[in-house]
């Protein structure tokens, strides 16, 4: 049976409210308001640990915590006294990712290298970290193997290790070093874990929905137990009786009976009765009676906490607060460990953290030896530790409030309750005179960046490299219909970005994988739907089309010009529109688009829902022989332009929608925030002339969609978001829009040899994101302001904080 055991409080009625709040970037707020409209109320007591850290163990003894920093800038090894509360030692590591477990003995220390594809073995003497040995389980990337969980068998002097790129398991023997066999899993792996008895590996398939049973006597696998989606973290019980899975897709727990290796009760984690995906269950730990069980919901921003003491009959207790995104948990005695990955904030940092050791004005300790750090968004996200008094009844139903008030508020406002015949329906089934929605992406741009020039709106002109001159149509569009100050990508990069707005969510393999080849660590770019593993449980919004019988279409996005990325788009997309080729103007593609549409107008088969991809404004820096940042930038400008002008002026413009924004905004500065991105919303419904600074994001923007089209909630953050009503009039105005020529020259190519040139001549522009994006926005900067100017370091809120004493706009 699946326990769907919630408290009282969850259920709260869904409702929509309009908020314009402002950062105030104060670090000691009771309150952290995120730039998706969540918040965080951490709670306990904090250190500041690495970037992403993915998975913390304890040693057998109880005494020290060691810490796996995965992300996408410095990756370390950390070692923590559990009793002090202090950073003992930190080894930095050239790759690693998830795999952390110590010696029965605690004197040594087993990491996984991730893409450099070996283990290393840290000793441990007088509690700090002595240097590594090294086993080799293959040549480094770009040979495909990238072992995850780790598993000792002391006794044995065996080593078992699974991987998530060749999807393997590799027997090791620990005094030779040499690999004693491999045995094919037949699908992602993520953790593995031993029997009590050393008897059983049991392994999670994260790609595979199942756990395998792996006999290592006979060395063959002789089970397999079907999951929910996304398994990755296990945990047994002390007498290995009962096994515990967290699947991440489906925000649950499956409860497995190890004697009998079936399901005896599927554990529901999420915050609400809802099958929406969102949660992103991903760890796991049980007190030290074993009757309590804590469950990290990452994207939740929080731990579930079960009664466990009956197996097969859980009872939910409750909630506590965490940082940004928990990855892993331990318990014991009266403590909880917990590893927030993306940690409490990533306020303005101009010369990267500080090493020191003694508490900061944040309220948490900071680590003694992290470098400092460029200001990429990639890099940004200092994980941190929480350390927890396991609460009382009492306190556990304070903490739990606590988690739902965290989940954004939304009551209509009485501006929208007064607007009779809004276009967007205020509820599903409901009708909107609106039958067809263009929805372009574009790549990569924050708001300072193209609109910091437009006096209006909440722009700093300094950051501004695309200003009015350059994107004259984009300028024009904003100031003739709604100014948009306020919104915010869901997303850091175009790795999860594309997954953010196409599905309103990124997956626990997007999330995790993507900081490993954004750091030049190895990895694939397989985020727009190259490989399954990537995919939300349910799809992206062209599979909800199709489920539906709503009729759409992709130009360039998730299709190159001969086939589709996903099997929802085949006989779905544009034959001959190029996706991401920054050789390719966007004007081309629009004329493209334009001969595209011409033939299906004729016929009166547009589609309901349209995707078109515009990636220009990405640009080549400074890259010989390819087109200027200014030039890139100017065509797609006036792809979009000439986009709207033509839509404009056609017969279903009465009818019809255009939504555009950036799919992130990784590529450069922005005072308020690191997620702050132009977007604009194009009707004859939308407003006109009007600055809104409604707090928007990448989800509402999908939401205001899916109302139009009547189409379910695709997440947890699109169900929650706000959806555009402030940007909509029931009053139709058909004034068609006329686009404006360019100022610049479109085919203006990069011919001066300078140091950018240099630098730009080694980045790999044949996919997104596939160059290091802090010097690609620098080499563009240098291109604008002068070759010996200086980028100023941008301001990374990531995101906004409420001020104590300050009440909340929603209260």
């Known amino acids: 049976m699946k326990s769907n055991i919630f408290l009282s409080i969850i259920l709260m009625a869904i409702t929509f409210v309009g908020t314009a709040q402002t950062p105030t970037n104060n670090a000691k707020a009771d309150k952290i308001l995120l730039s998706n409209g ?12 690495g970037d992403l850290p993915l998975n913390i163990q304890l040693s057998s003894s109880n005494k020290l915590l060691a810490v796996t920093n995965n992300g996408q800038s410095t990756q370390s090894i950390q070692l923590i006294d559990t009793k002090s509360e202090v950073i003992l030692d930190e080894k930095p590591i050239g790759a690693s990712w998830y795999g952390l477990t110590f010696s029965a003995d605690g004197k040594k220390l087993y990491v996984s290298g991730g893409n450099d594809n070996i283990i290393l073995v840290y000793p441990i003497i007088n509690k700090k970290l002595a240097d590594a040995d090294t086993i080799k389980i293959g040549k480094k990337w770009p040979n495909k193997i990238s072992p995850t969980g780790i598993a000792i068998d002391d006794k044995a002097q065996l080593l078992y290790t699974v991987t998530k790129e060749n999807n393997s398991l590799y027997i090791v023997d620990l005094k030779t ?12 792996a993520y953790a593995c874990i031993l029997s009590p008895n050393k008897k059983l590996l049991y392994i999670s398939l994260w790609g595979g929905d199942k756990v395998t049973v792996f006999n290592t006597s006979t060395k063959k696998i002789v089970d397999q137990i079907n999951t929910e989606n996304h ?33 005896i009760e599927t554990i529901s984690a999420t915050l609400t009765p809802t099958k929406l995906t969102g949660s992103t269950t991903n760890g796991l730990a049980l007190s030290t009676d074993q009757k309590t069980l804590y469950v990290a919901n990452a994207d939740n921003n929080c731990l579930a906490v079960f009664d466990v003491s009956e197996p097969g009959k859980s009872k939910s207790e409750g909630f506590i607060p965490t940082g940004w995104y928990p990855t892993s948990i331990k318990s014991f005695n009266d403590k909880i460990f917990v590893a927030n990955g993306k940690g409490f904030t990533s ?30 968004i990639g890099g940004l996200f200092k994980g941190t530790l929480s350390i927890i008094d396991i609460p009382s009844k009492e306190q556990l139903k304070k903490y739990s409030t606590q988690v739902y008030a965290n989940v954004p508020s939304r009551k209509v406002s009485s501006n929208i309750r007064s607007i009779k015949d809004n276009p967007i329906p205020i509820k599903a089934g409901e009708k909107s005179p609106i039958k067809h929605v263009f929805y372009i992406i574009k790549e990569n741009r924050t708001y300072d960046q193209v609109l910091g020039d437009i006096k209006k709106g909440n722009g700093d002109s300094s950051l501004c490299l695309f200003g009015e001159k350059i994107t004259p149509n984009i300028h024009k569009l904003v100031n003739e219909y709604v100014l948009l100050d306020n919104f915010y990508t869901d997303a850091e990069v175009s790795a999860d970005g594309h997954n953010w707005s196409m599905a309103a969510y990124g997956t626990d393999y997007v999330e995790k994988t993507w900081p490993i080849s954004y ?18 449980r349910d799809g992206f919004i062209w599979d909800y089309c199709k489920r539906a019988g709503l009729s759409y279409r992709t130009y360039g996005e998730f299709a190159d010009q001969k086939m589709a990325n996903i099997p929802a788009l085949e006989n779905h997309f544009c034959v001959g529109y190029p996706s991401f080729d920054l050789s390719i103007k966007d004007t081309t593609r629009f004329s493209i688009w334009k001969k595209d549409f011409d033939l299906l107008l004729a016929k009166g088969e547009v589609p309901q ?24 930038v100017a065509d797609n400008d006036l792809a979009v332009g000439l986009f709207v002008d033509y839509l404009s002026h056609s017969p279903i413009w009465k009818e019809s929608v255009i939504f555009i924004l950036e799919d992130d905004a990784q590529n450069g500065s922005d005072h308020v925030d690191a997620h702050r991105s132009p977007a604009l919303v194009i009707s004859p419904y939308t ?33 929650a978001a706000l959806p555009l009503y402030d940007c909509f009039t029931p009053k139709i105005n058909l004034k068609p829009f006329t686009h404006l020529k360019a100022n610049v020259n479109l ?23 596939a160059v290091p994006d802090l010097e690609l926005n620098e080499t563009i900067w240098k291109y604008i302001k002068g070759e010996d100017s200086v980028m100023p370091a941008p301001k990374r809120s990531a995101f906004v904080i409420l001020e104590k004493k300050k009440k909340d706009d929603d209260d």
């Open 231 to 263: 398994p990755n973290e296990l945990l047994l019980n002390k007498k290995g009786t009962i096994l515990y899975v967290a699947n991440a897709n489906d925000n649950s727990v499956s409860v497995i009976n190890t004697s009998t290796n079936k399901v």
């Open 38 to 49: 969540w918040y965080l109320t951490p709670a306990g007591r904090s250190l500041q640990l």
């Open 609 to 632: 829902f349209n995707t078109i991809r515009f990636p220009n404004d990405h640009t080549s820096g400074q890259r010989t022989g390819k087109y200027t940042p200014i030039a890139a």
């Open 177 to 188: 070093k040499k690999i004693l066999k491999t045995v094919t899993l037949g699908a992602e």
């Open 687 to 719: 407003k006109r002339n009007e600055v809104i600074s409604t707090m928007y994001s990448t989800s509402g923007f999908l939401r205001t969609m899916e109302l139009i089209l009547n189409l379910p909630a695709m997440s947890q953050y699109d169900a």
């Open 747 to 769: 085919d203006d190519r990069n011919y001066a040899i300078n140091e950018s040139s240099k630098k730009s001549a080694s980045f790999n522009f044949a996919k997104e994101d």
């Open 519 to 536: 750091g030049d660590r190895g990895g694939t770019y397989d985020y727009e739907g190259s490989r399954k593993i990537a995919y939300p």
């Open 347 to 376: 306020l303005p940092n101009p010369d990267g953290p500080k090493p020191i050791s003694k508490a900061d004005d944040s309220g948490y300790q900071k680590s003694p030896t992290v470098k400092n750090e460029e200001q990429y």
